[in-house]
């Protein structure tokens, strides 16, 4: 890269981040999502990340064991969400003391994570979403340490289907 400047990378990351943090992520709500099965449907509306938080991909072992890899997670409030269909089929699974993880009965798909000292506040699931921001962007690796050398996956080659080889 030439020297034209005196660009940095880590002044990018942080003037990425102090636009997240003046605008909202809402230029595409109402948001909806929903579970694998189409059973749990809901729908979002208002702020996601900025203020809020940042947009993280977990790697702690808790997250791991959910979906097998890690948790891709927007913070978000809990007045903006409303459950449209399959309230039924929502469980909760205390996995820390206070902390409640949601998923669907039905397929286990993740929805959203919640802690009782927070009630206003929840974690919604990057993967569930129909119609996720544009600008909405993993902007933290966290809890990576302890993570296993394979969920390091920025190198791996990437294909727009499955892998070449598979039988
Ligand atoms: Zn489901
Ligand atoms: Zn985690």
Known sequence: MAATSD???EDATA???ANHKEQALT???PITG???CGGVR???SGELGGSLGLVTLCHCGQCRKVTGFAVAVVPARMAGFAITQGRDLVREYESSP???RAFCGVCGGPIYSRRASLPEALRLRLGVLDNPPADLKIQAHIFTEGAPAWANTDDAPRYPG???GRP
């Open 7 to 9: 660009w940095r990378p």
């Open 15 to 17: 003037k990425r981040i």
């Open 27 to 29: 230029e595409a709500n």
């Open 34 to 36: 929903g579970c694998l």
């Open 42 to 44: 809901f729908t979002y």
């Open 98 to 100: 206070g902390k409640f």
């Open 162 to 164: 499955e892998e070449p």
